[in-house]
């Protein structure tokens, strides 16, 4: 256990913003999920939403910096290319 007065703070601190990139993280991934669900089962206009909603918190994600941009971009593409080839041509 830390010592110091300003550890302490650091400590507490870093809980606070933990806790706080859970929620950002979790929603995101979340719609992700909901996304690739829908992709698989062949809803392809619901899907087209939740991939909307899915890119919207992945890109929020980064903003905050709770994932690192490259990480949401890769995620973003990954999904885009999964939907793309999901839509009947």
């Known amino acids: ?6 550890s302490l703070k650091r400590i507490r601190s870093s ?6 990139n859970l929620v950002v993280r979790s929603a995101a991934r979340t ?3 909901k996304a690739q669900r829908l992709i ?4 392809v206009e619901e899907a087209q939403v939740a991939v909307q909603q899915a890119l919207t ?16 971009a890769r995620r973003k593409s990954r999904l885009m ?5 999901a839509i009947p041509s």
């Open 15 to 20: 809980q606070r913003k933990a806790a706080a």
């Open 40 to 43: 698989a089962e062949g809803k």
């Open 57 to 72: 918190a992945l890109d929020k994600a980064a903003q905050k910096g709770v994932i690192h941009r490259n990480n949401a």
């Open 1 to 6: 256990m830390a010592n110091l007065k300003s």
């Open 81 to 85: 290319k999964r939907l793309n080839q």
């Open 31 to 33: 719609y992700v999920k």
